[in-house]
Every structure is written in C-alpha cells, then in structure tokens.
C-alpha cells in the first residue's frame, strides 16, 4: 500500500466564515438571537427558531464534510465517502489531466478553495471530481500537481489531446 501524504476533508468552519451561505447562516443565528433579546412584538420565544434553523443548517453541513474524506498517496487519490454505507474510489494520480482551484474573495479570506479534478479515470467519466471548501487549496492542489508530473514520469505516460478540427 502506497504511504499516505494527506488526508484532507471540507472545512465546515472554512465553509461558515467563507461562504456567502455561511455568513447567511451566521447572521440568521445572530438576527434571531437578537430578536429574542429584544423581544419584538412579544414573539421571544418564536424567534429562537431562527437560531435553531441555523444550527440545523451547519449540522447538515457538517455531516455532508463528515461523509467524504480525501487522501492523497504517492500513486493515488482516493475518495472515502459515507459515514453508514460506504465507498473507496480511487483515482491513479497520472490519469489526472487538469487540477484547477477555484475561490472567491470570502474563500480567500477564509483560507479555503474549491479544487476540480480531470481525469481519464472511470470516477470522472461522468463530470470532474469536485473538493469543495479545502482548507489549503493552494497548496494541496500544487502538492497534487507535483504527484501527477512524477507518477507519469515513473510509468513513463504522456497524454495526447486529440483535436477534432472541420478543415
């Protein structure tokens, strides 16, 4: 078995502080809190839904992040995924053509990035392999880089795009 280099997962803090969501749901929290402090319209109470609502929201987020961890070895990158029923997919580091980060302003400010995997693997046939909300996107995606350059120079595999071109 190859040695594992990192084991990685989605951030739900990441996704809370730098998400446009997230903050949706922080400020939900905070709106019914403070509509309960202040008790408006006598409805205290009923606005500790609010709180309640986004604590749920988090709480689905969190076990969404808990049911797909990712780790990266020398040959592969292997997807856990489930927390009941679960599966081990694995993609060989030099069938990946493209890894591409993606982040917006809040994503930068929270440290986090959404990585897309390419691949001529059968786990991409589908559409590409998508990590949303990794802590250290820049640096993971640079460190996969690097493994799939050195896996296809260890099999000794060049990839060819083919383009079709009406002449």
Avoid: C
Wanted: avoid cysteine.
């Amino acid at each position: 078995m190859d040695e594992r280099l990192d084991t990685f997962r989605s951030s739900t803090l990441g996704w809370l502080i730098g998400t446009a969501a997230g903050l949706g749901t922080i400020l939900l929290a905070l709106a019914g809190i403070v509509l309960m402090a202040m008790d408006v319209q006598a409805l205290g109470v009923y606005w500790l839904a609010l709180p309640l609502l986004a604590l749920v929201i988090v709480a689905v987020k969190w076990l969404q992040n808990l049911a797909a961890t990712y780790e990266v070895t020398e040959e592969r990158l292997i997807i856990h995924r489930g927390i009941i029923f679960k599966s081990v997919d694995e993609i060989e580091l030099y069938r990946i053509k493209d890894v591409r980060i993606d982040f917006s302003l809040l994503n930068q400010i929270a440290g986090i990035g959404r990585i897309t995997v390419s691949s001529s693997d059968e786990t991409t046939r589908a559409g590409d392999l998508v990590l949303p909300e990794i802590q250290k996107a820049q640096e993971r995606r640079e460190q996969l880089r690097r493994l799939v350059d050195t896996a296809r120079q260890k099999r000794q595999v060049r990839e060819i795009d083919m383009v079709h071109e009406d002449i």
